[in-house]
């Protein structure tokens, strides 16, 4: 061999190990957020450095993120005219992130230059492609802006919004992948102490999304943790099941009988972010089912992991939530260990999510509230058949309302239960919602007065910020954003309805109210969005919605507010209402008796949902006119219209032009109601059971009460 030929192997041997060692350079393109603005030690906190540190050795990452820059070339800091985009094309990354689009949500940017954002992205990635053909480009959804911005209400809402979309675009369009900024910080406010930057720990967030999206691995085949053994699928509807694997795994599922016979299989693959989601058609009521469900690397032959699901019923799903009232406990209720006792049922299925720290007068400890602020909130738990020990720790109203429909309808049910006592309407509303629907609860929750002032106040002990609500009309101390809470509006909907991963339902019963029967305006219109906003989670426009009407108590705003929950089931579509005002406790907020309450739930879904033929609920008021002098009311669902206690009908009330309410005598006559007050020359209004604590007794055949009502006379 000639020495040239040597030496000419030699360099190539050299220089392709060389090559072989390089490291692959990750270029993270950006703004404020990418350099690490407001981080103590960016260059060891920012995400590109927490991002190198996941990746290792094997990789260079490097930092090119400028604050203020805008992606819109034509804005007030084109991210193309800075020294860092120079740097980015000189160092031309093997792999390019880029999060732009923040900055470009200030009035001087989007509403001026928007129509360029996806030409200018575009270029931006044609520029950086350039000086490598063959990059990989990951773009971001942009972080979250929080509400505390004070541009928020202004148009950077809505700004970011429509940017977000046009990122999506971009990415569609380019074919570039597509990561998620946005949903890694967006349920953990307190990560951006500025409202836009995230601290060290959101950046080591928007650190680990990058390392997935790079690497692929999401840590293998994940489930919500709502899948078990036990478990209950909704019958006789398409099913979407979903969960997690690494990007581009195959997942399949198979749904097996007792003899090991395939019923039903599907298959997905993982998208980029290790997202999956199967469709399975309608099932027939079933039980002793086995769900497999395992995913198998891209190009592999054998599935790498295998996730087997034991004793899966097929039947009616139901949800019930909302505080104290719902989670009430079988072995608190009057009856409920005598019931609990006899309560063994296989085709009765449980799942009941409870708090690690309830919400008592009490201040929580500092690593309660740090979980709490990181949203471990509940206890993991699993699908279990209903037996004495389960059910006696189960809530009372919940098992009352399944176990009536395992025997009206003879097929298994499952209870998903997630109540909270004390709890909020707002606090089980999604952030998006209220930050476009109702902006103004979010405003510094603590001091804010849309917010019953018992839940600011209990609240605050728990987090050991003192034994009241804080003053309406002092400044809040700096920092109390940090704070989280179950009271604190989104806080139960992140904690306790997001990881349910929107498995599939029939319907939800609601037990809920007194925490915000302060102010019966707010909860009507928080009432809507939180129906509107749970089916729109599920794609269920119609899901059924069953709500107990707020019993009685020697409170002076619950008349007005029970009226109030009447109206809205007029309003809202397949929302249904049952009355307690007969069985509530003047004294206690929960009364005892919770056999009544589920049982008139079940009643209800058994008629509106399942279509049994019976009375759905007690009397609804209709009309109230003048007839031969005296007042007539006329009702739905008035069958067998009667007293409870056969005595003469009471609490009905008239009132004239003044507005002042005068005692009506009522006469009961053929299933309506004529009322005669000589107080009143022209009867305007009349109104029933408006006392807190009401001795009202009207009721139908079927012994179900009439509402608190008001109505105008016509």
């Excluded at 060389?18 to 990750?26: E, F, T």
């Excluded at 740097?87 to 093997?94: C, K, R």
């Excluded at 309302?401 to 025997?407: C, I, Q, T």
């Excluded at 509303?429 to 103004?440: G, S």
Aim: glycine residues 8%; hydrophobic residues 40%; proline residues 6%.
């Amino acid at each position: 061999m000639s020495r040239t030929l040597f030496t000419t192997l030699l360099f190539a041997y050299m220089f392709g190990g060389l090559m072989a060692q390089r490291p692959i350079k990750v270029a993270c393109v950006g703004n404020s957020i990418t350099y690490g603005y407001g981080i103590d030690n960016r260059e060891r906190d920012s995400y590109p450095a927490q991002l190198q540190r996941l990746l290792g050795e094997g990789y260079e990452v490097g930092n090119f993120g400028k604050s203020g820059a805008t992606l819109l070339r034509r804005a007030f800091r084109p991210y193309f005219d800075q020294k860092e985009f120079q740097d980015a094309m000189h160092f031309a990354g093997d792999i390019v992130v880029i999060h732009l689009g923040i900055n470009d949500t200030d009035p001087r940017a989007w509403p001026n230059y928007g129509d360029e954002f996806i030409p200018d992205y575009l270029a931006l990635i044609d520029s950086l492609r350039s000086v490598n053909p063959k990059a990989r480009f990951l773009i971001a959804r942009m972080t979250p802006i929080a509400d505390r911005h004070p541009r928020f209400l202004s148009g950077t809402k809505q700004w970011h919004g429509e940017i977000q979309q046009a990122i999506e675009t971009v990415a569609r369009v380019s074919g570039a992948e597509l990561i998620d900024f946005h949903e890694a910080l967006y349920p953990y406010p307190w990560m951006l102490p500025d409202a836009i930057h995230p601290n060290a720990e959101g950046a080591g967030r928007l650190a680990q999304e990058v390392y997935q999206g790079i690497t692929g691995d999401y840590g293998g085949l994940q489930l919500p943790s709502i899948f078990s053994d036990h478990m209950v699928l909704q019958r006789r509807q398409p099913l979407s099941l979903e969960g997690t694997a690494n990007a581009a795994d195959l997942v399949r599922l198979t749904l097996a009988d007792a003899k090991g016979e395939t019923i039903t299989s599907a298959e997905a693959v993982t998208d980029n972010r290790g997202r999956w989601k199967l469709s399975i058609p309608a099932l027939r009521t079933a039980e002793g089912l086995t769900l497999t469900i395992c995913s198998t690397p891209k190009g592999g032959k054998k599935p790498i992991r295998q996730l087997t699901f034991h004793d899966v019923a097929v039947g009616e799903v139901w949800l019930c939530s909302g505080q104290s009232n719902m989670a009430f406990r079988m072995n608190e209720e009057r009856k409920g260990r005598a019931d609990a006792a006899h309560a063994t049922d296989p085709g009765l299925r449980l799942f009941d999510m409870k708090e690690r720290w309830a919400t008592d007068n009490v201040t929580w400890t500092e690593s309660a509230i740090d979980s709490v602020r990181h949203l471990h909130y509940y206890y993991p738990a699993s699908w279990q058949q209903a037996d004495p020990e389960s059910v006696s720790r189960f809530s009372a109203v919940a098992y009352h309302f399944g176990r009536v429909l395992r025997d009206s309808l003879k097929c298994p049910v499952g209870l998903i239960c997630n109540a909270i006592g004390g709890s909020t309407t707002e606090s089980w509303i999604d952030r998006n919602t209220l930050e476009t629907q109702f902006p103004a609860i979010l405003h510094d929750w603590l001091h804010n007065d849309f917010i019953q002032d018992w839940c600011r106040g209990r609240a605050c002990k728990n987090l050991g910020l003192g034994d009241k609500a804080p003053s309406l009309y002092f400044t809040p101390p700096t920092g109390d954003f940090r704070q989280r809470h179950p009271y604190e509006p989104c806080y139960l909907y992140e904690a306790g309805i997001k990881p349910l991963q929107h498995y599939p339902l029939r319907g939800v019963i609601w037990y809920q109210g007194e925490s915000n029967a302060h102010n019966l305006d707010t909860h009507a219109r928080l009432f809507r969005l939180l129906v509107r906003a749970w089916r729109h989670d599920w794609k269920q426009p119609r899901m059924p919605f069953h709500f107990v009407q707020l019993s009685s108590l020697n409170r002076p705003s619950w008349p007005a507010f029970r009226d109030s929950q009447r109206r809205l089931t007029a309003e809202l579509p397949d929302v249904g209402m049952v009355v307690t005002t007969d069985v509530g406790d003047s004294l206690n907020v929960h009364p005892s008796d919770k056999r009544t309450v589920g049982e008139r739930l079940a009643r209800q879904a058994l008629v509106q949902d399942y279509d049994f033929n019976l009375l759905p609920g007690g009397p609804e008021v209709v009309s109230a006119t003048v007839h031969n002098g005296k007042i007539s009311l006329r009702f739905r669902y008035a069958e067998g219209l009667r007293t409870l206690d056969a005595q003469v009908a009471r609490t009905f009330e008239v009132a004239g032009p003044d507005g002042i309410f005068h005692p009506a005598e009522a006469a009961i006559e053929q299933n309506h109601i004529l009322l005669s007050c000589p107080a009143v020359v022209e009867p305007q209004r009349v109104r029933y059971a408006w006392q807190p604590f009401t001795r009202a007794n009207v009721c139908n055949i079927d012994g179900l009460p009439l509402s608190t009502f008001v109505i105008d006379i016509r």
